[in-house]
Nanobody
Framework: QVQLVESGGGLVQPGGSLRLTCEASGNIFAIISMAWYRQAPGKPRELVASSLSGSSPTYADSVKGRFTISRDNAKNTVLLQMNSLKSEDTAVYYC????????????????WGQGTQVTVST
């Protein structure tokens, strides 16, 4: 069983910062990628930032220059540092991991965290 546990969401004023953390645990053989998505009320879930193992991270245009994704591979953890937050960043943020379970199983499994609320407001 694989679990993703997110933390770090909350209420922040415009221009402020938050850092989200997602820690993966369980039956993980190899992590292919870890990413952050978000979903605002009435809108579809969208990719915010992605970290593919061995490659440079990618970002949505709306967060480039403000958000930074990073990984601690030893701890199976992905962070999202969010600076200069805007009201339009308000959403539930979800961690996603794509990983393999064993050397004998070539399947890439996709896992999601439970989500953490980020609210940017005065």
């Amino acid at each position: 069983q694989v679990q993703l546990v997110e933390s770090g969401g909350g209420l922040v004023q415009p221009g402020g910062s938050l850092r989200l953390t997602c820690e993966a645990s369980g039956n993980i053989f190899a992590i292919i990628s870890m990413a952050w998505y978000r979903q605002a009320p009435g809108k579809p879930r969208e990719l915010v930032a992605s970290s593919l193992s061995g490659s440079s991270p990618t970002y949505a245009d709306s967060v480039k220059g403000r958000f930074t994704i990073s990984r601690d591979n030893a701890k199976n953890t992905v962070l999202l540092q969010m600076n200069s937050l805007k009201s339009e960043d308000t959403a539930v943020y979800y961690c996603q991991m794509r990983a393999r379970r064993s050397t004998y199983d070539p399947t890439t499994y996709i896992y999601w965290g439970q989500g953490t609320q980020v609210t940017v407001s005065t």
